[in-house]
């Protein structure tokens, strides 16, 4: 079913930004004013190799990056408007060749109040069904505990549902249910299009992954079908504030994004990169994309915060050639 009729004073409205018709040189100047294009001198390769721990991070980000390692050492980007920050400007034997073309990006209007509201209610509802967490806490990533719900592939060779979907009461399984079932329906389509838009190659590998993932779990998929995003992200990191703590996601695949926002009574808060020497606002509706296993980073917002995240299930993909 399509819209009805723009109101007189709706029509006024886009007549004073666009002219009688829109004018796309207007549109292009439009989306140009807001697109904030941050050019890194060069690709933080620190952490792709070495030995996988938090301390080390914390180590490295103290001695090479002591001038950047602190928020108020960092250049803030813009508040608002779409930030990406390319690697196309580097000398290409710099960057690795699974590299997608953006280190980063922060995409604008992507949730509406609505939408957020849906998510804070149900993840309070959630909450008040008393889940427990069942994996070991990560003091190297942060002082409070987070949820993970979905899919994974973490020491194992095959994917499996994440024990904090599975192992709790029919309550809590029946709201992280619900949960999940509202980001599938309003949310997963739109970080599939970002997705698709600043990564191609890599999201190619996405639906092959999530191929793979419908073939091996169709018996899981049959009995909790919102447990499964359809490409886009295969497992969802909750958790009230933020990841205080310096550190690397180890378990996220390295050229593939990272999804990251925060619902709840807030004003915003701040993605840190010492590597690169700058804080990424990020507001009530954005969303901020990240190679979160190429960047040590650290966040601090005030809300309920959500990251989607790919959990090591694109491991096999250098068998299979997918990029």
């Not at 309550?171 to 997705?195: P, W």
């Not at 619902?263 to 190679?291: A, S």
Request: hydrophobic share 40%; with cysteine.
């Amino acid at each position: 079913m399509g819209h009805g009729p723009r109101s007189s004073a709706k029509q006024a409205q886009l007549y004073e930004r666009w002219g009688e018709k829109r004018d796309l040189e207007r549109v292009k100047e439009a989306v140009k004013r807001d697109l904030h294009i941050h050019k890194i001198a060069a690709f933080p390769s620190d952490f792709l190799v070495g030995k996988r721990s938090g301390e080390r991070v914390r180590q490295v980000v103290r001695t090479k990056f002591h001038g950047t390692c602190l928020p108020e050492q960092m250049k803030t980007l813009p508040t608002q408007g779409k930030i990406l920050l390319p690697l196309d400007h580097l000398p290409p034997d710099t960057v690795p060749s699974e590299m997608p073309p953006y280190l980063m990006a922060r995409l604008e209007h992507f949730l509406t109040d609505a939408q957020q509201a849906g998510l804070l209610s149900r993840w309070n509802k959630l909450i008040a069904t008393d889940p427990k967490h069942l994996l070991k806490h990560d003091a190297n990533r942060s002082n409070s505990e987070g949820y993970h719900f979905g899919l994974w592939e973490v020491t194992a060779s095959t994917p499996r549902i994440t024990r904090e979907s599975r192992d709790q009461s029919d309550d809590a399984k029946e709201a992280i249910d619900n949960l999940l079932r509202f980001l599938k329906s309003y949310i997963a389509n739109k970080i599939g299009t970002a997705f698709e838009e600043l990564a191609p190659d890599q999201w190619k590998a996405m639906l092959k992954a999530n191929a793979r993932v419908m073939d091996l779990l169709a018996r899981e998929h049959s009995a909790r079908p919102s447990l499964f995003m359809g490409g886009p992200f295969f497992a969802v990191a909750a958790k009230e504030a933020g990841s205080g703590v310096t550190h690397i996601d180890w378990n996220d695949d390295k050229a593939v994004y990272a999804f990251i926002f925060a619902v709840g009574d807030w004003e915003g808060g701040e993605f840190c990169v010492p590597q690169l020497g700058i804080k990424i606002p990020v507001r009530p509706g954005q969303v901020l994309c990240v190679l979160a296993r190429v960047l040590a980073h650290f966040s601090a917002p005030t809300g309920t915060f959500f990251g989607m995240e790919t959990q090591k299930l694109l491991n096999w993909r250098s068998t299979t050639q997918v990029v």
